[in-house]
């Protein structure tokens, strides 16, 4: 598919080219024209003065959008952001939301990191006791333990966590990687907090791999798209990314939308889409019951469900399953699975949507051609997240709308990039990996996780347990994994994790777990290079160059890497003979230039100039392959076809341990999954599910209070829950779980289903954790827990069941 998007918009080419053009004839004095800058200096005069430095938004919005920023005295003055292309409604600006357009506070804050810091001798994890060191110890010191760690253990025993505050540049946390795996490797990681489940517990067993997946810039005049747990004006904010793509096709192309959503998400709320609120974790539930009208009223497409699916009825079972009642019909109708039939009364009664809704919505979904049926990563961040995201998957096989222009897999929406590389990490001669989510278990069980119990690959079992952990980039110790509680509990312990580096910009609460603390440059503040692409269907570059002079005593990861290369003997490889950050930017995007010749790229220089391009491409009008002839192209399934029922899942189901509550099926079914919909007690009341909005990235932008004042940390209730409890719009609130107390502010609001509280994730946590635990910062994940996904171990972090009552403020 990605071939075939090459052939870029003919207009904006033309213009790309014309341009490029004037500044090959010209040189370096048409730079101005070519990147509008100009404009952009005269409306602030003040700042005539000012030097233009281009860089570029490095958070995990995958937007990558372009700062413009007016250098004074060597000062960050203020930002803009894009004004390249033509700015109107069809251009393509890649223009930063307000985090980005924010970055000089951030840059500047008070909690920003400045030099190396050791934990002071005698005093434990958590206690937050630093003192300053030089960069010398804090190296020799990381250098001297990699090794100690490595002889006494292996290299099985050190692990590089994810790194989603630098995701958009080429450098990441590939210098940890390159290092060590230079050294004898580390031991890694599948999956990820954003999409584990609906990447390892639906995609593989249903489509082979993410396939299906088309862009919101496919979606013809006037049709209709349902979004399940999809909020991309929430979190797909980028001027150029999905969120502005579906403002285009719903104001301009009069395309209509359907919000599932257990909360009036800012598509539904500000672009006009209709909200049909569904308490959450109930997808497949919902799923379920749209099936049952379509299948009792002759609205499924048999000719493609028995050309391009298996186990949709017994015919279509893979010969060994047959005979027993196994099908998805057989569950839908009530002769299979759990004997119930999924009739939309029953599906009303678990999901709270009207079943009169629910059998409308089947018919419109039988009705619109082409059908754009999506999910977000909402639904499957539950525990039963695997089978809900399987579930949605099945409805546009029902009905024949996946494998062309304007429809979807039912899965996330697709995207391409340029394809532009990362800083090579060379071979890890270590295979095993561990599911991402379970990394605290990795620290405190080690040997203990196998295949069968926690989802080991390329090993049955892991070789030893974790002691060496590098923290670049995140704030998952104390803030972003599930349950801070029991995660600190495991760090606190020495004998477990050995080592522990945390690496950021800013003192997060996860700085206080580590031994020694690394002061980083933001990418901003150094040389950069990140393509547009991971969440916008767009062609682009960003040359990032400094800011600013490096303040303090901050230095930048792939620098300090090489320093450790040299402690460790292996600087020469590691650099190359010698190459700079810089000189990588320029080698990468020299090589995505080669790769991509066609294209016509500016050269590196000419992109510096620039700042940055973005191009549209068009999106394939191509049904797919696999659609247009399923047995030359088959799907890399087991059976080769789409699997509404999954043979590697039936096997999964017979050989697999599971967890209280969990169910592996070979077919997408229904079940509540632990501290799911219909477990709540008199204890614990709500459903209490976290959400990305708009205010922050996880925690980074979380301590700059102007977004604060725009985007609160509150605890969304609606007013029939508010009411009898006493809580009024405002009021300080106690949100309690199994796992633990934190505090907020309610917002009474019927944005929210009844029965369930919605509150954003990212807030810093600050708690005294030698004393009450309690979070007074609004960090979610005080009372979030453990428990994962059956078959994907992804994170069920949106499954939480827990009480809301008011306190003192
Ligand atoms: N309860 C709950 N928890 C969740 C989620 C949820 O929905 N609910 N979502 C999950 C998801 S999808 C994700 S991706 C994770 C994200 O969790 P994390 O990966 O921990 O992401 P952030 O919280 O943004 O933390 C990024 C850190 O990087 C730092 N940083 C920013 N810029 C730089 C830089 O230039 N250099 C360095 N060295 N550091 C920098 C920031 O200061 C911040 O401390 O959270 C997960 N956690
Ligand atoms: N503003 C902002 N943008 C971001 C991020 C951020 O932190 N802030 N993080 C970025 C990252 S790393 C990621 S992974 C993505 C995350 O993107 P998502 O995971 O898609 O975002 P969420 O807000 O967790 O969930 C999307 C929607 O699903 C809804 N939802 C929750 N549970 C259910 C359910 O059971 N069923 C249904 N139907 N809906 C449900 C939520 O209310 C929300 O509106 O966003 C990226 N973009
Ligand atoms: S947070 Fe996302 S949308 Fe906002 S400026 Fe950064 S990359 Fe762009
Ligand atoms: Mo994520």
């Given at each position: 598919?990605?071939?075939?998007?090459?052939?870029?918009?003919r207009?904006?080419?033309?213009?790309?080219?014309?341009?490029?053009?004037?500044l090959?004839?010209?040189?370096?004095?048409?730079?101005?024209?070519?990147?509008?800058?100009a404009?952009?200096?005269?409306?602030?005069?003040?700042?005539?003065?000012?030097?233009?430095?281009?860089?570029?938004?490095?958070?995990?919005?995958g937007?990558?959008?372009?700062?413009?920023?007016?250098?004074?005295?060597?000062?960050?003055?203020?930002v803009?952001?894009?004004?390249?292309?033509?700015?109107?409604?069809?251009?393509?600006?890649?223009?930063?939301?307000?985090?980005?357009?924010?970055?000089?506070?951030?840059?500047?804050?008070?909690?920003?990191?400045?030099?190396?810091?050791?934990?002071?001798?005698?005093?434990?994890?958590?206690?937050?006791?630093?003192?300053?060191?030089?960069?010398?110890?804090a190296?020799?010191?990381?250098?001297?333990?990699?090794?100690?760690?490595?002889?006494?253990?292996?290299?099985?025993?050190?692990?590089?966590?994810?790194?989603?505050?630098?995701?958009?540049?080429?450098?990441m946390n590939?210098?940890?990687?390159?290092?060590?795996?230079?050294?004898?490797?580390?031991?890694?990681?599948?999956?990820?907090?954003?999409?584990?489940?609906?990447?390892?517990?639906?995609?593989?067993?249903?489509?082979?791999?993410?396939?299906?997946?088309?862009?919101?810039?496919?979606?013809q005049?006037?049709?209709?798209?349902?979004?399940?747990?999809?909020a991309?004006?929430?979190?797909?904010?980028?001027?150029?990314g999905?969120?502005?793509?579906?403002?285009?096709?719903?104001?301009?192309?009069?395309?209509?939308?359907?919000?599932?959503?257990?909360?009036r998400?800012?598509?539904?709320?500000?672009?006009?889409?209709?909200?049909?609120p569904?308490?959450p974790?109930?997808?497949?539930?919902?799923?379920?019951?749209?099936a049952?009208?379509?299948?009792?009223?002759?609205?499924?497409?048999?000719?493609?469900?028995n050309?391009?699916?298996?186990?949709?009825d017994?015919?279509?079972?893979?010969?060994?399953?047959?005979?027993?009642?196994?099908?998805?019909?057989?569950?839908?109708?009530?002769?299979?699975?759990?004997?119930?039939?999924?009739?939309?009364?029953w599906?009303?009664?678990?999901?709270?949507?009207?079943?009169?809704?629910?059998?409308?919505?089947?018919?419109?979904?039988?009705?619109?051609?082409?059908?754009?049926?999506c999910?977000?990563?909402?639904?499957?961040?539950?525990?039963?997240?695997?089978n809900?995201?399987?579930?949605?998957?099945?409805?546009?096989?029902?009905v024949?709308?996946?494998?062309?222009?304007?429809?979807?897999?039912?899965?996330?929406?697709?995207?391409?990039?340029?394809g532009?590389?990362?800083l090579?990490t060379?071979?890890?001669?270590?295979?095993?990996?561990?599911?991402?989510?379970?990394?605290?278990?990795?620290?405190?069980?080690?040997?203990?996780?196998?295949?069968?119990?926690?989802?080991?690959?390329n090993?049955?079992?892991?070789?030893?347990?974790?002691?060496f952990?590098?923290?670049?980039g995140n704030?998952?110790?104390?803030?972003?994994?599930?349950?801070?509680?029991?995660?600190?509990?495991?760090?606190?312990?020495?004998s477990?994790?050995?080592?522990?580096?945390?690496?950021?910009?800013?003192?997060?609460?996860?700085?206080?777990?580590?031994?020694?603390?690394?002061?980083?440059?933001?990418?901003?503040?150094t040389?950069?290079?990140?393509?547009?692409?991971?969440?916008?269907?767009?062609?682009?570059?960003?040359?990032?160059?400094?800011v600013?002079?490096?303040a303090f005593?901050?230095?930048?990861?792939?620098?300090?890497?090489?320093?450790?290369?040299?402690?460790?003997?292996?600087?020469?490889?590691?650099?190359?003979?010698?190459?700079?950050r810089?000189?990588?930017c320029?080698?990468?995007?020299?090589?995505?230039?080669?790769?991509?010749?066609?294209?016509?790229?500016?050269?590196?220089?000419?992109?510096?100039?620039?700042?940055?391009?973005?191009?549209?491409?068009?999106p394939?009008?191509?049904?797919?392959?696999?659609i247009?002839?399923?047995?030359?192209?088959?799907?890399?399934?087991?059976?080769?076809?789409?699997?509404i029922?999954?043979?590697?899942?039936?096997?999964?189901?017979?050989?697999?341990?599971?967890?209280?509550?969990?169910?592996?099926?070979?077919?997408?079914?229904?079940?509540?999954g632990?501290?799911?919909?219909?477990?709540?007690?008199?204890?614990?009341?709500?459903?209490?599910?976290d959400?990305?909005?708009?205010?922050?990235?996880?925690?980074?932008?979380?301590?700059?209070?102007?977004?604060?004042?725009?985007?609160?940390f509150?605890?969304?209730?609606?007013?029939?829950?508010?009411?009898?409890?006493?809580?009024?719009?405002?009021?300080?609130?106690?949100?309690?779980s199994?796992?633990?107390?934190?505090?907020?502010?309610?917002?009474?609001?019927?944005?929210?289903?009844?029965?369930?509280?919605?509150?954003?994730?990212?807030?810093?946590?600050?708690?005294?954790?030698?004393?009450?635990?309690?979070?007074?910062?609004?960090?979610?994940?005080?009372?979030?827990s453990?428990?994962?996904n059956?078959?994907?171990?992804?994170?069920g972090?949106?499954?939480v069941?827990?009480?809301?009552?008011?306190?003192?403020?």
């Amino acid at each position: 598919m990605k071939d075939e998007k090459l052939s870029m918009n003919r207009r904006t080419f033309v213009k790309a080219g014309g341009a490029l053009g004037a500044l090959a004839a010209t040189g370096a004095g048409a730079t101005a024209a070519f990147t509008a800058a100009a404009p952009a200096l005269a409306v602030a005069d003040e700042g005539a003065d000012d030097t233009i430095v281009w860089t570029h938004c490095h958070v995990n919005c995958g937007g990558a959008c372009v700062l413009q920023c007016h250098v004074r005295d060597g000062e960050l003055a203020y930002v803009e952001s894009d004004t390249n292309g033509d700015g109107a409604f069809g251009g393509v600006q890649a223009r930063a939301c307000l985090r980005g357009r924010s970055i000089r506070p951030w840059l500047s804050s008070a909690d920003r990191l400045n030099y190396p810091m050791r934990r002071v001798a005698g005093t434990a994890r958590g206690e937050g006791q630093y003192e300053r060191i030089s960069w010398d110890e804090a190296l020799d010191t990381i250098a001297s333990e990699f090794k100690r760690v490595v002889d006494t253990y292996g290299n099985e025993a050190v692990f590089i966590q994810e790194c989603s505050g630098v995701e958009q540049n080429i450098m990441m946390n590939n210098p940890f990687f390159r290092l060590f795996n230079l050294l004898g490797g580390e031991v890694t990681r599948y999956g990820s907090y954003s999409s584990a489940s609906i990447s390892f517990g639906a995609y593989p067993f249903t489509y082979g791999g993410s396939w299906g997946k088309r862009s919101l810039k496919t979606l013809q005049p006037g049709q209709l798209v349902v979004m399940f747990g999809y909020a991309p004006n929430d979190m797909r904010m980028s001027g150029d990314g999905e969120g502005y793509d579906l403002a285009v096709a719903m104001k301009q192309k009069g395309v209509r939308a359907i919000v599932i959503d257990p909360r009036r998400n800012e598509t539904a709320a500000n672009l006009g889409a209709e909200w049909i609120p569904i308490v959450p974790g109930t997808d497949a539930a919902l799923a379920a019951g749209i099936a049952h009208e379509l299948i009792t009223q002759a609205l499924v497409d048999h000719e493609f469900l028995n050309t391009y699916c298996v186990g949709f009825d017994e015919a279509t079972l893979p010969p060994e399953a047959q005979g027993k009642n196994l099908s998805y019909c057989d569950y839908i109708l009530g002769t299979g699975y759990d004997k119930v039939e999924k009739t939309p009364e029953w599906a009303s009664k678990i999901t709270a949507v009207p079943a009169e809704r629910i059998v409308s919505l089947a018919h419109e979904i039988a009705e619109a051609d082409p059908c754009f049926i999506c999910q977000g990563l909402g639904p499957q961040r539950h525990t039963n997240g695997d089978n809900a995201s399987r579930a949605i998957m099945v409805l546009p096989q029902l009905v024949g709308q996946v494998g062309r222009p304007g429809t979807n897999s039912g899965g996330t929406v697709g995207n391409d990039d340029i394809g532009l590389s990362s800083l090579p990490t060379g071979d890890n001669p270590i295979e095993t990996k561990f599911p991402n989510f379970l990394w605290p278990e990795a620290i405190r069980d080690g040997e203990k996780l196998t295949a069968t119990n926690a989802g080991i690959k390329n090993a049955d079992a892991l070789k030893c347990g974790v002691k060496f952990l590098v923290n670049y980039g995140n704030n998952m110790m104390a803030n972003q994994n599930a349950d801070i509680n029991y995660t600190t509990d495991i760090l606190r312990d020495e004998s477990l994790c050995e080592f522990i580096l945390q690496y950021d910009v800013a003192w997060t609460d996860s700085c206080n777990w580590a031994d020694i603390v690394l002061p980083d440059l933001t990418p901003q503040e150094t040389y950069s290079l990140s393509a547009a692409g991971e969440n916008n269907d767009v062609y682009g570059i960003r040359f990032g160059q400094p800011v600013s002079e490096p303040a303090f005593e901050r230095r930048e990861v792939y620098e300090v890497c090489g320093e450790l290369a040299k402690r460790l003997g292996v600087y020469d490889e590691y650099s190359e003979g010698g190459l700079t950050r810089e000189d990588w930017c320029r080698k990468l995007y020299d090589e995505l230039r080669e790769e991509q010749a066609d294209l016509d790229l500016p050269t590196y220089d000419e992109g510096v100039a620039m700042g940055s391009f973005t191009f549209e491409v068009e999106p394939s009008t191509e049904v797919d392959d696999f659609i247009a002839d399923p047995v030359a192209n088959p799907l890399e399934t087991a059976t080769g076809k789409i699997q509404i029922y999954s043979p590697e899942l039936a096997e999964l189901a017979e050989t697999w341990e599971l967890g209280e509550g969990d169910v592996i099926s070979a077919i997408p079914v229904y079940y509540p999954g632990f501290d799911g919909p219909g477990t709540t007690t008199e204890e614990f009341p709500f459903l209490i599910v976290d959400f990305h909005a708009k205010g922050t990235v996880h925690s980074t932008y979380a301590h700059n209070e102007v977004l604060h004042k725009l985007s609160p940390f509150q605890a969304w209730i609606n007013p029939i829950d508010a009411e009898p409890l006493g809580i009024a719009d405002g009021d300080a609130v106690a949100l309690k779980s199994a796992q633990g107390e934190m505090r907020t502010i309610a917002k009474v609001t019927n944005r929210v289903i009844p029965g369930t509280i919605m509150h954003p994730q990212g807030a810093w946590h600050s708690a005294d954790m030698a004393g009450d635990r309690i979070d007074h910062g609004g960090c979610t994940n005080t009372i979030t827990s453990r428990h994962c996904n059956p078959v994907s171990k992804g994170t069920g972090q949106h499954s939480v069941i827990g009480s809301i009552e008011k306190v003192e403020g």
